[in-house]
């Protein structure tokens, strides 16, 4: 009981347990929610998911639901939209079971439309790229890693005809990946875009080390 007390304070130095605190899973489980709640730090959260993991690895299901639980509680944090889905994605990683990735991306879908999609971005869920590519059409502003994230997975010629399009263009630009938007913009049509794109980031000293990627 000592050492997983000393270990709780190492994340949380005023956790206190007691046998009762250890006498089933579900108190186990308990204990760790019951933990989680006094942390408002995602790494430290992060490191809490990490522990139950294995805390709880003979009982699949409590295991599963009390990571579950710690996501929900990192979704509520007043951290950044990057730093929560960095949180979320290294929780998954625990889990086999694609249907907690699922239940995730359905509740960012509801919480934050943006949120949403670097979710989808960073899972890979390539079944829900068409949904986010038509969801982020109607978005009036989104961070440059959302718009980084969107290019990197081949959404950002979705963007090409929205007000999002400029910055777009400066992010690709900066990031080095004008190439990828190029091509992108190229499969849609966009071949007037294309062009543009390819000479402004050509203009751009570091833009030179893909000029060989360029070709219209």
């Known amino acids: 009981m000592y050492e997983i007390e000393a270990r709780l304070q190492e994340m ?59 996501i929900d509680q990192g979704l509520h944090l007043q951290q950044s939209k990057d730093d929560i889905v960095h949180f979320i994605d290294k929780v998954l990683q625990h889990s086999s079971d694609t249907s907690d990735t699922e239940r995730v991306l359905d509740k960012c879908r509801q919480l934050d439309k943006e949120l949403y999609v670097k979710l989808v971005c960073t899972t890979f869920a ?25 290019i990197l997975a081949g959404l950002g010629a979705h963007l ?38 390819q000479l402004m980031a050509l203009r751009i000293p570091g833009a030179l080390r893909t000029m060989s990627s360029f070709k219209l």
């Open 12 to 70: 949380v130095p005023t956790a206190r347990i007691t046998d009762q605190d250890l006498v089933n899973s579900e108190a186990k489980s308990d204990l760790i929610i019951r933990i989680g709640h006094q942390i408002t730090n995602l790494e430290v959260l992060a490191n809490l998911a990490e522990f139950a993991d294995d805390f709880l690895s003979k009982s699949p299901t409590i295991q599963k639901n009390c990571l579950n639980q710690l």
């Open 160 to 197: 090409a005809s929205t007000d999002l399009y400029i910055k777009m263009m400066e992010v690709a630009i900066s990031e080095e990946i004008a190439d990828k938007l190029v091509e992108q913009l190229k499969e849609a049509g966009f071949r007037a875009q294309a062009c543009s794109l």
């Open 126 to 150: 390539e079944q829900r790229y068409s949904e986010i590519g038509e969801m982020v059409k109607s978005l009036t502003a989104l961070e440059d890693t959302t718009l980084t994230s969107l």
